[in-house]
């Protein structure tokens, strides 16, 4: 039974992205494998269904942390010194990396049922947001990737040795485009130039093609495609169909 809960990291809106992994594979599930080590890498998806392929600027790894105390305030306050040493070293191996805490977790542990809690485990989650400026080439995005798996893997075998940096999870990691808000103009017109391109193709000379009506445009959605590409798609909902169509189907006018 969980005491006390606050939804993690919600900001990025994490349905929009693949599952395909950039970066270090290691989970919070994988410290239950019997081997230490794991493959990591970046993984490059085939599928592209997008507008508009970008350069990603921005490496997201989420975090998670546990700490189990006899009380909660004690839990609390090891989450948070391990919080605070994660940050110095994420820090050291991605300069710059801004720290966003997210989702606070509280369980008792242990006790009999209806009685008082023998310990209580503190649950902390949130992501780390790396700047990919564009200097950064492909070479040295992938020194981050690195870093961040041999980090990762240096707390994984903290909690099989139960060590004091255990319960430390790097669970994930994800290239994005920041703004992709920015983009929103280039992907209309797209959209615009492939619509009028079928109106052109399809249209017969007694019946030509027009665009009838239009719902507003929808979210933005990335898909990650690999470390150095991320696809942007718009959805827009239009209507296409001939005037002669239209004319014959609209209600007489209002003498």
């Known amino acids: 039974m969980t005491l006390a809960g606050l939804a993690a990291c919600a900001a990025n809106e994490p349905q929009h992205y693949p599952s395909t992994s950039i970066g270090s594979g290691y989970s919070i599930a994988s410290s239950e494998s019997t081997g230490r080590f794991e493959p990591t890498g970046v993984g490059m998806s085939r599928e592209l269904e997008a507008g508009l392929v970008v350069r990603p600027d921005e490496m997201i790894v989420e975090i998670r942390i546990d700490k189990e105390a006899p009380s909660a305030a004690q839990a609390l306050a090891l ?3 391990a919080a605070t040493e994660l940050v110095a070293r994420l820090q050291q191996a991605t ?7 997210c989702g606070t977790k509280v369980t008792p542990v242990g006790g ?4 008082p809690a023998e310990a209580f485990r503190v649950a902390l989650e949130g992501r780390f947001e790396v700047a990919l ?22 707390y994984k075998a903290a909690t099989a040795a139960k060590t004091a940096d255990q319960g430390v999870w790097l669970t994930g990691t994800r290239v994005t485009v920041k703004n992709a808000e920015a983009h ?14 079928f109106a052109a193709a399809a249209q017969a000379r007694e019946a030509p093609l027009y665009l009838l009506d239009c719902a507003p445009p929808g979210e933005i959605v990335q898909k990650q495609q690999s470390l150095e590409e991320v696809a942007l798609s718009l959805s827009v909902n239009c209507r296409l169909g001939s005037l002669k169509a239209a004319s014959a189907t609209a209600p007489p006018a209002a003498r």
Do not use: N
């Open 79 to 81: 989450a948070q010194a």
């Open 95 to 101: 300069p710059g990396a801004t720290f966003i805490p």
């Open 133 to 154: 400026t564009p200097e950064l080439d492909y070479w040295k995005r992938s020194a981050l990737v690195v870093a961040l798996a041999e980090l990762a893997d240096r």
């Open 112 to 115: 009999k049922i209806a009685g």
């Open 184 to 197: 929103r103009g280039k992907l209309t017109e797209l959209w615009v130039q492939r619509a009028r391109a």
